[in-house]
């Protein structure tokens, strides 16, 4: 158990309000990821983050941003939902990244499944 | 940029028969592979990972998968089907900073 939290863990929420989801774990890994789950796409990184307050985009990260002001917490928001955006997010952590002393393995949470009206 | 095929979108096997899942990956450079594996609505779990060594490397569940370099694969095999592995299935490749490239997953259906 890698102590991965997220919540909520269902939303549903209208179009262009803002919705933040959250993500914390209780081991201090520096390496965390907010990745989205879509039928016929697999898993698509939006963000991720390599320690507190450094985070960098991934490949689907329009219309998202992220915060980390503590190791623990890992947030992810939608400044205004769109349908689109009507996914299953799930955050990871990597115990040790490749090319800083790991192999790159991922833990997951639950997941948080979103719905954008 | 890397890319993880996963030919196979739907598989069936009957319970006790083998399986294989394929899954062939485009990365410049030795690359680290992962198969993970999803139960219906629940976070995905890791199964196995190659990343140097012997090309044949032993997973959680029974599971095991084959590296060959010069066809781009990184194969799931399991001898005997149990129904509780039905789920879906995803390979992955991982680069710097831990990110992972995902393929779009197999699902697997064992019938009685």
């Known amino acids: 158990d890698a102590g991965i939290t997220q919540s909520p863990r269902h939303k549903v929420t209208e179009t262009g309000t803002p919705v933040t989801l959250r993500c914390h774990q209780t081991?201090?890994?520096?390496?965390m990821y907010w990745y989205r789950q879509d039928p016929g796409h697999g898993l698509r990184l939006i963000h991720y983050?390599?320690?507190?307050?450094?985070?960098d985009k991934g490949e689907v990260s329009d219309g998202y941003s992220v915060s980390r002001s503590k190791t623990e917490d890992f947030l992810l928001t939608l400044e205004s939902a769109t349908s689109s955006q009507t996914s299953v997010y799930f955050c990871?952590?990597?115990?040790?990244?490749?090319?800083?002393?790991?192999?790159?393995?991922?833990?997951f949470g639950e997941g948080s499944r979103l719905t954008v009206l | 940029a890397q890319s993880v095929t996963q030919p196979d979108i739907h598989i069936t096997v009957s319970e006790g028969a083998s399986l294989e899942l394929r899954c062939n990956y485009s990365?410049?450079?030795?690359?680290?592979l992962f198969w993970y594996v999803q139960s219906p609505g629940q976070g995905l779990q890791l199964l196995l990972k190659?990343?140097?060594?012997?090309?044949l490397v032993q997973g959680i569940k029974g599971f095991e998968a084959e590296f060959k370099r010069s066809q781009s694969s990184f194969n799931l095999r399991k001898p005997s089907v149990h129904w509780s592995d039905a789920a879906e299935y995803f390979c992955?490749?991982?680069?710097?900073?831990?990110?992972?490239?995902f393929g779009d997953g197999t699902t697997l259906t064992v019938k009685p």
């Open positions: 990871a952590i990597s115990v040790g990244a490749i090319g800083q002393g790991g192999t790159g393995e991922l833990f």
């Open positions: 081991e201090n890994h520096r390496y």
């Open positions: 983050s390599y320690g507190v307050k450094d985070t």
């Open positions: 990365y410049g450079a030795t690359p680290y």
């Open positions: 190659y990343f140097s060594g012997d090309t």
């Open positions: 992955a490749v991982g680069t710097y900073a831990g990110k992972s490239t």
